[in-house]
């Protein structure tokens, strides 16, 4: 191996991490290293076989490892050191990367890193659903791996809890496999993810969805045979009287992403109690000098474009403080105000351009979204599932008063 | 005659407007409402006539490390025809080398889309 | 009837702790013997969900107000110690001898403090309840201070702020993990010579002549001593082997509470509210994790009865809020029911007797704390076997120690390196919660686990937060690359927990035929 100081190095590789390496050797890097852990790069992506990637970066309608491989290539022909199969187990302040894998433990003191990586579900443990402790309750992830890249099929008759994008894609998947899916049971009023996934995964096979409604007993000692779903009322209480048993051999869970980041925590990274992710700012460096952050592993995205946009530029940034270059002054606090549930970046300089991504608390329509008093923007509809983009321009940002250090972003009703 | 009214949901935007579309017995359309945009309309009456997917699914792959390959339908196929899809896909092997794009099933059950590897097959 | 499998000289039945414990004291003797469980894996019953502490003194004087609840009401605070029987013995002379084993067997543990801290009057009067009796029974249960306000927040920093006082001991609890002693027992006993079978559910007993047959899900055994060591299950097998039980058992459950890693410097040790009869409030530093338990002893009429219900996680959790103000629902990683075992003839002791219709058919069932006295038990057991005619020759190449399956986690990266050089499989990390690396996993297998419950207890991968999101699906593709066996062949626990169901395409493909 080359013995001069790696100037980038990236901790993981999905999406996100691949578009920052690919960038920091754009951006003038010499040396990048990107460090995955599992046996190939791409993540998510590999075991995401469906469509709907690359709609906004690619303007084409990719399936997850058809978008992966545009980036793999990239990876490849841009000089990138990989480490496959790599453990990243410490991370310091001062930027010492202690890895593992089949050579041997090795600490790296590259000039920057950016940590990509990525999210992990929730389980079961976590959500306390009366019953014993069977075989065959998956989360909904750890079933798509089994299902798209093992070959496995962990049941033949299901019932999903959540239905977010992911729950549902593994709705039709596995109905298109042969496998029953019995019921999406559903917590809030409305379905959680994509309109698109909605129609396209469970209308157009009768799936049987139960909104307002939860699992409250997963029956079978040894492998699940039934879940008793339950109505919920307006304070999330299973209405009694409301119980219905299904039979079914598998649960699988869809209740959740939560940003990996026990590797920023031990660096001393500041993490946001709302996103589960590091406190960025319009550079995606964090509060330890050097470090870099993007993806899932910031805040749970659902559109992958997104996640290469915001990967592309902690890479840039990166390579930039590898090379020397100082940061800048970040001033003024974005804070999530009525309606929103958070705002990355959580702090910029109010100086240039910047892209605000933002999640409402509850659906509406007709609202209008503001940012401080220096903006206001009409939209015709808005869903938590739904992330939303927002670009400020310098001019708008020429209207902060000198004084002010934060901008609170709202989104209500029109009034 | 009578007067059928199918409720689609638009998926062209977030919006998703619930576009009704009215037909007579023999499914000529007779009226659509409820979109906000010509796209939306244009989905709906196309969604109406014959509602066409992308089918994403794997195949069998054997002699690789991996235990499957991922494929796709490079067109849109009928909804209807998913599952016969499905069937026929499960009965296929393949092998080692594929890459992305090559053709697995030529023209499938006759609809005028082919089967093609999405992702890459090592030995 | 069918070809035994075996022939020895004595079966244990029962991979708990205790069953665990006499293979391992009689593998010191030339003896041919087997231990049977029915689980897929050692440690399937109360072992595997007990608290997991070795403890003596001060929470032994609490676990004596805490159990009083067994007793008539009205039981004075002095008969609550008994001072002859089995259990007490075992439990005074069994503590000190813990140390030298936990080290000979190289099994991971911690002496953490105890606090018993009190706030309100009712409280404060428990508290003292516990100190008197404490003071009365003098020696190792008086050995301890109570401590004020102050010094209460230098041991224990964020205990609930109002407490008033407290009682501190600071070695009268040794944490370790339940699974591990009973594994680690057994390892040495096979180490000697002697083996185990699991998933070997006994389904009956039988004489033959001279001999006994123990009928397993895995085959009979022909034998001469049953050890039964089935604990909660112990009056089944009994009945087995005759009839004539003049005891029954009970069973008492409660919930338990794990916490994330992120939460573990909240406290140092155990830290409790007095022991009231039947009931018990307690947050405990268990290993990297924090492990609640508050709660009352709710009777149920079955051992298996370990169904979780969510309304007492919630109340748990309220009261462990009262101890630790800064505890949170969301940090919750699993939770879990265990059952507690008493007999009803005698709440206060254990069974430890001849059947009374079979005088090779010896009882051990164990009241709680079970793990305490089990090295004093095991040699009581050993002696009985002996008085009922079953020979102890001493091997002269008893060896006693055991090492652990290495922990990656715990070792320096240059033991770590020497590992790798050595093994490269150490450098393959498979679970990143709890940094388990492939090497580890082949060893569990190798030292006999066969399931994914089995090596998360030996190796701890899937333990931590993500409980196996991301390792679960190599694990059991290492399970199956190791037994040689189908990846849908692969268990959760026992052999009616299957992970998968099917392969892709399998349902596909059986429709089609259907149609057909
Ligand atoms: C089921 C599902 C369906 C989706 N569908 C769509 C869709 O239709 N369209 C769309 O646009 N988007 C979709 N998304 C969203 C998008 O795919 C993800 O948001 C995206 O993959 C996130 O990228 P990432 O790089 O942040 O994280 P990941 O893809 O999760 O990558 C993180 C990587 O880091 C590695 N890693 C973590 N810790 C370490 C460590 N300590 N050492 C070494 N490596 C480590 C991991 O192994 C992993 O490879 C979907 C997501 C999911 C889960
Ligand atoms: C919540 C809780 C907390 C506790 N805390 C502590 C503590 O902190 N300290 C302490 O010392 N003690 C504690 N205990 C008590 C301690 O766990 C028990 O005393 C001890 O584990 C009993 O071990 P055992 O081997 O006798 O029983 P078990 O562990 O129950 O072993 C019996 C075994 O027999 C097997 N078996 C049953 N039927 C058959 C059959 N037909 N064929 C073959 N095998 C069979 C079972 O599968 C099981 O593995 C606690 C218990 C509980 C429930
Ligand atoms: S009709 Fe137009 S506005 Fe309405 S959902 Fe469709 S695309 Fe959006």
Redesign the interface.
């Known amino acids: 191996m080359n013995s001069a100081p790696i100037d980038v190095l990236v901790i993981g590789s999905g999406p996100a991490g691949m578009a920052a390496a690919i960038q920091a050797r754009k951006s003038g890097s010499e040396r990048v290293l990107l460090v995955e852990r599992a046996e190939e790069l791409g993540g998510l992506l590999?075991q995401c076989?469906?469509?709907g990637f690359g709609l906004i970066y690619f303007s084409e309608?990719?399936?997850g490892?058809?978008y992966g491989?545009k980036f793999i290539e990239k990876v490849m022909d841009s000089k990138i050191e990989v480490l496959l199969e790599t453990m990243v187990l410490r991370l310091t302040a001062d930027r010492k990367v202690t890895l593992c894998n089949r050579n041997g433990v090795q600490t790296l003191a590259p000039k920057s890193v950016v940590l990509t990586m990525g999210c992990r579900e929730r389980a079961r443990e976590s959500i306390v659903i009366s019953g014993y402790r069977p075989a065959g309750i998956f989360t909904a992830g750890t079933a798509q791996r089994w299902v798209?890249?093992?070959?496995y099929l962990p049941g033949k008759e299901i019932v999903i809890l959540g239905s977010g994008d992911v729950g549902m894609i593994m709705a039709r998947r596995l109905t298109?496999?042969?496998a029953r899916v019995k019921a999406v049971v559903e917590i809030l009023p409305y379905i959680g993810g994509?309109?698109?996934n909605?129609?396209?995964c469970i209308?157009?096979f009768n799936i049987p969805v139960l909104l307002e409604h939860t699992i409250s007993n997963i029956h079978g000692i040894q492998r699940v045979n039934g879940v008793t779903v339950a109505r919920l009322d307006q304070d999330k209480n299973p209405i009694p009287g409301t119980e219905k048993f299904i039979e079914c051999d598998t649960l699988l869970l869809s209740v959740g992403l939560i940003p990996e980041n026990e590797l920023s925590f031990m660096a001393g990274v500041d993490l946001d109690p709302i996103t589960g992710g590091p406190i960025v700012n319009e550079r995606m460096e964090t509060n330890v000098s050097g470090i870099y952050a993007a993806g899932n592993c910031v805040h749970v995205n659902d559109l992958v474009d997104n996640v290469t946009l915001e990967g592309e530029k902690a890479g840039q940034n990166a390579a930039e403080y590898a090379s020397g270059k100082a940061s800048q002054e970040m001033r003024i606090k974005l804070e999530a105000g009525e309606n929103v549930r958070y705002v990355v970046p959580q702090m910029i300089t109010g100086k240039r351009e910047v892209t605000i991504r933002l999640r409402v608390k509850e659906p509406g329509r007709d609202v209008i979204l503001r940012v401080g008093d220096i903006m206001a923007k009409k939209l015709?509809?808005v869903?938590p599932s739904?992330m939303l983009n927002l670009i400020v321009s310098a001019k708008h940002l020429k209207e902060i008063k000198k004084r002010t250090d934060k901008l609170v972003m709202s989104c209500q009703k029109e009034s | 005659m009578t007067k059928h009214v199918s409720e689609i949901?638009c998926?062209v935007c977030?919006?998703?407007c619930r576009v009704s579309v009215a037909a007579d017995d023999e499914r000529h359309i007779l009226e659509v409402d409820g979109f906000q945009c010509k796209k939306g309309k244009e989905y709906a009456v196309a969604e109406y006539r014959s509602?066409m997917?992308?089918?994403?699914?794997?195949v069998?792959a054997t002699k690789s490390r991996?235990?499957?390959l991922?494929v796709?339908t490079n067109r849109v196929i009928p909804?209807g025809k998913?599952?016969n899809c499905?069937?026929y896909l499960?009965?296929i092997k393949v092998k080692p080398p594929l890459k992305?794009g090559d053709v697995i099933v030529r023209n499938i059950l006759n609809l005028g889309s082919d089967i093609i590897a999405?992702?890459?097959l090592l030995d | 009837m069918d070809q035994p499998i075996l022939e020895t000289d004595v079966v244990i039945i029962g991979g708990g702790v205790t069953g665990a414990a006499i293979v391992r004291e009689l593998s010191r003797y030339q003896l041919r013997m087997v231990l049977v469980e029915k689980g897929g894996e050692l440690s399937a019953g109360q072992t595997k969900v007990s608290l997991g502490n070795i403890y003596t003194g001060l929470n032994l004087v609490g676990s004596m107000i805490l159990k009083s609840v067994l007793l008539p009401p009205g039981t004075p605070l002095t008969e609550l110690y008994h001072r002859n029987t089995l259990h007490t013995k075992w439990c005074e002379e069994g503590f000190k001898e813990w140390e030298s084993v936990l080290t000979e067997l190289d099994i991971k543990h911690r002496y953490v403090p105890l606090t018993i801290i009190a706030q309100g009057d009712n409280q404060i009067k428990n508290l003292e309840k516990i100190r008197d009796l404490g003071r009365q029974l003098g020696g190792r249960y008086a050995d301890f201070e109570q401590i004020g306000r102050e010094e209460i927040f230098t041991r224990e920093s964020n205990v609930n702020p109002e407490v008033r006082t407290a009682l501190y001991a600071a070695r009268h609890v040794i944490d370790i993990f339940p699974p591990e002693v009973a594994i680690a027992l057994v390892e040495n006993a096979v180490e000697n010579g002697c083996r185990f079978l699991l998933n070997a559910e006994v389904v009956g007993i039988s004489q033959s002549g001279l001999h006994q047959i123990v009928h397993t899900r895995r085959g009979s055994i022909k034998t001469n001593f049953i050890v039964n060591a089935a604990c909660g299950w112990g009056d089944k097998i009994c009945d087995m082997a005759g009839g004539g039980r003049d005891w029954g058992l009970q069973y008492k459950k409660t919930v338990m509470i794990i916490l994330d890693t992120r939460c573990k410097g909240l406290v140092h040790g155990m830290v409790r509210w007095p022991n009231v009869p039947g009931r018990l409030d307690l947050v405990q530093r268990r290993e990297d994790n924090i492990l609640i338990e508050c709660g009352t002893y709710d009777p149920t009429d079955h051992p298996d009865d370990t169904y979780t219900i969510r309304e007492d996680v919630i109340k748990s959790m309220t009261v462990a809020k009262t101890l630790i103000p800064s505890l949170s629902e969301k940090d919750i990683i699993n939770t879990f029911t265990g059952v507690r075992v008493f007999n009803t003839r005698n709440v206060e002791d254990h069974i430890v007797e001849f059947h009374p219709a079979n005088k090779r058919f010896l009882n051990v069932i164990i009241r709680l704390p079970g793990i305490i006295g089990t090295l004093p038990m095991a040699r009581h057991v050993a002696g009985m076997l002996e008085e009922a005619g079953c020979k102890l020759i001493r091997k002269n190449d008893f060896c006693p120690h055991r090492t652990a399956i290495p922990r990656f986690r715990d070792l320096s990266d240059d033991m770590r390196n020497r590992m790798i050089r050595d093994d490269s499989r150490y450098g393959h990390v498979v679970c990143r919660c709890e940094t388990v690396t492939e090497g580890q996993i082949v060893e569990a297998i190798r030292r006999g686990a066969s399931t994914e419950e089995g090596i998360r207890m030996r190796t701890r991968a899937g333990m931590g937060r993500c409980k196996g999101g991301f390792c679960g699906p190599r694990v059991v593709k290492i399970l199956a690359r190791e037994l040689n066996i189908a990846v849908e062949e692969v268990k959760k626990r026992s052999l009616d927990s299957p992970l998968l169901l099917c392969k892709?395409?399998e349902l596909?493909?059986r429709?089609?035929k259907g149609i057909a």
Do not use: C, W
């Open positions: 590999s076989i469906h469509n309608d990719m399936t490892p058809e491989q798209n890249i093992e070959g298109l496999e042969g994509l309109i698109r909605e129609v396209q209308y157009d015709k509809v869903k739904e | 949901i998926i977030p919006l998703a509602p997917r992308v089918l994403t699914t794997t069998i991996h235990a499957l991922p796709r909804r998913l599952i499905m069937n499960a009965k992305a999405v992702g890459t | 892709s395409k596909l493909l429709s089609e």
